[in-house]
């Protein structure tokens, strides 16, 4: 259903009116209006009242896969010489996402008034980011938007690549922990509680097991109340922690030092740094304006204050590897190449190679964790359910060696 606007207006006689209109776009009820003699004052569309679900849901984050979509569609439409216009009508269409779909209708309205794609793109940050605007504009200017847009398919593609390994390996030990904790808290209320009344009726000293085993039982059951607003006071506490700018370069401190999971992530960190720099030098961007928008890209504030550091001394004239040696964070393969790069005029095609190295570095870090991930949790998932079964099991022996 196309969108309903209000709108003031004077008619031939000079009489004032008001009304209602359904149209496309704005403009186009403005000409329908103008076509039927009236001279439009004022036009607004009529904001539909949305329940709870279709608001959360229309407010939802733009994911990285959205984004590959769209630059796949946009890519093709634009290879096959359509109009900027008519390609965002085809895209609004399409859309599946309610936030992407409103943000393209916008988009079209201002290409439309007279803006150029790439500042109709950066008024919306939360969708576009600043890497997306600037290879846009990069393309506008140099006559290559096809070129830069297939660039850029086919950079989210391998990012969303990297997310869906990362993610494999961090889902797997999540679940076995859930699973592992609701099966102790079934165990340790609904189990323990029946053999509380025979360990009583004994009368015999409980083994310590059994004892500590007997004490969670009766605070779950009395005190889960408690236990659920400590845990949402922790989580709302580790959020505005990681809200601050200290918190979030601690935490961030943090992954990369964890075994098995900070490796694996630092190879994430530096093929995405390694892409990024390597499709916005290749699309004409200068490295100091490029190392601007990949301190954003990395996702890690390590990382992103080491660049800042790098890109004040290449300001000031310093080579870009000079400042990265200096850093022990980037691995010396990746400041030779860098380097090279650099004295051979090449830089796009070194950084291109060392994120090629580092997709595959991580590939085997994420086959590495699981294989480690895996026997470590089911030892804990063992260990815990063990100590439950031996703190049941030792009263009742000692109970039997009484008769």
């Known amino acids: 259903m196309a969108p309903i606007y209000e709108y003031e207006a004077i008619s031939r006689g000079g009489e004032r009116v008001a009304g209602r209109i359904e149209a496309d776009r704005s403009n186009i009820a403005a000409k329908q209006l103008k076509e039927s003699g009236y001279y439009v004052t004022s036009i607004k569309e009529v904001q539909e009242k949305k329940d709870l679900g279709s608001v959360l849901k229309a407010s939802g984050r733009v994911k990285t896969k959205d984004l590959t ?43 439309e008034t007279g803006s150029s794609l790439s500042d109709a793109m950066s008024r919306h940050p939360k969708v576009f980011p600043e890497l997306y605007c600037q290879l846009v504009r990069a393309g506008e200017t140099g006559g290559v938007l096809n070129t830069v847009l297939n660039q850029l398919a086919a950079h989210y593609d391998k990012q969303e690549e990297i997310n869906g390994k990362v993610k494999s390996a961090l889902y797997y030990p999540i679940t076995i922990l859930v699973i592992a904790v609701f099966v102790v808290i079934f165990l340790v209320v609904k ?14 000293a409980l083994p310590l097991p059994t004892r500590i085993l007997l004490g969670a039982s009766d605070f779950l059951q009395t005190y889960w109340w408690a236990l659920l607003l400590g845990i949402g006071g922790l989580l709302a506490i580790f959020y505005s922690y990681r809200q601050t700018s200290s918190g979030e370069l601690q935490l961030d401190k943090l992954i990369l030092k964890i075994p098995v999971i900070g490796n694996m992530m630092q190879k994430v960190i530096l093929s995405r740094f390694s892409s990024t720099l390597a499709i916005l030098l290749g699309s004409g961007v200068d490295l100091i304006s490029s190392l601007n928008i990949v301190e954003d890209v990395v996702g890690n504030k390590v990382y992103a ?29 990746l400041v030779q190449m860098v380097k090279i790069g650099e004295e051979s005029g090449n830089l796009e095609m070194m950084l291109n190679k060392v994120s090629n190295f580092y997709d595959r570095e991580v590939g085997n870090a994420v086959e590495a964790s699981i294989s480690l991930i895996e026997p470590l949790m089911i030892v804990f998932l063992a260990g ?10 030792l009263p009742m022996f000692e109970m039997f060696q009484q008769f």
């Open 191 to 204: 189990i323990v509680p029946t053999f509380v009344g025979m360990f009583n009726s004994s009368g015999a």
């Open 69 to 111: 979509i769209f630059s796949h569609q946009f890519a093709a439409m634009i290879d096959a010489g359509i109009s900027l216009v008519d390609a965002f009508n085809i895209l609004y269409e399409e859309a599946e996402h309610p936030k992407l779909k409103e943000v393209i209708r916008e988009i079209q309205e201002d290409i």
């Open 384 to 393: 815990v359910v063990g100590f439950i079964v031996i703190s049941i099991v």
């Open 305 to 333: 204050n080491a660049l800042i550091e790098a890109r004040g001394q290449v300001r000031e004239g310093v080579s870009f590897s000079r400042p990265l040696a200096n850093m022990p964070i980037f691995p010396s393969i």
